[in-house]
């Protein structure tokens, strides 16, 4: 099985709908983050947990929420959707020990979001 | 914040040649820089990583490079395979606490067989 799963796996969703992506880790991990993958931009951080009672924005989080339900679980919700939020969004994993000296992010397999 | 450049976007290379792929990066305090491969339909995996008090790291056919001075560092892919083609991106973070994690635009690299 997957150490890092998200649901679902395509969406093809109106826009000002109401949606969420889930995230669930057995990794162990402590740390969660989402991001969106665009063409020509790469991957940015929208936001990110480091446990269960800790969330931080990222460099995109306007029109983005988060929920961390618990430490494996980790959600991304769009209230109102938009079409420039069609892109490909994934969810990575991280153990802040072994932050102390990497932090290799492991990531889900991805949700590819389009918004008509 | 951090600002990491990668070059090229998109690299052809014939079967068996090398594909060097590289990145710069803005902030001095930057101390560890991985890279990762995009497979079609899958997230970013860990190929290889470097931290800053190392110049060079290899592991088998791909090779990593950091230069300090000049902020820059690059993948090196040695006897490419078409198995190599995908979606490459280097970042740069501070290990140690939580700095973000910034990476690069990516670079497509196709190996035609």
């Known amino acids: 099985d997957a150490d890092v799963t998200q649901t679902p796996r395509n969406r093809i969703t109106k826009t000002g709908k109401r949606i969420m992506l889930e995230c669930s880790q057995t990794?162990?991990?402590?740390?969660m983050y989402w991001y969106r993958q665009d063409p020509g931009l790469g991957l940015r951080l929208i936001y990110y947990?480091?446990?269960?009672?800790?969330?931080n924005k990222g460099e995109i989080s306007d029109g983005y929420s988060v929920s961390r339900q618990a430490q494996a679980k980790f959600s991304l919700s769009l209230e109102s959707a938009i079409p420039n939020q069609t892109a490909l969004y994934f969810c990575?994993?991280?153990?802040?020990?072994?932050?102390?000296?990497?932090?290799?992010?492991?990531f889900g397999p991805g949700t590819r979001l389009t918004v008509l | 914040g951090e600002n990491v450049e990668q070059h090229p976007s998109t690299l052809s290379v014939q079967e068996g040649d090398s594909a060097v792929i590289k990145c710069t990066y803005s902030d001095s305090a930057s101390n560890y820089f991985p890279w990762y491969k995009q497979e079609l339909g899958k997230g970013p995996q860990l190929i290889i990583d470097i931290r800053s008090n190392v110049g060079e790291k290899k592991d088998q056919r791909i090779a990593v490079t950091l230069n300090k001075t000049a902020k820059h560092f690059s993948l090196h892919i040695t006897e490419t395979q078409p198995e190599d083609s995908a979606v490459y991106f280097c970042a740069a973070s501070t290990a140690g606490g939580y700095q973000k994690v910034t990476f690069g635009i990516g670079t497509k690299l196709q190996v035609i067989p």
């Open positions: 990794k162990g991990h402590d740390r």
């Open positions: 990575a994993t991280s153990d802040s020990q072994l932050a102390l000296s990497t932090d290799t992010q492991y």
């Open positions: 947990s480091f446990d269960v009672k800790d969330i």
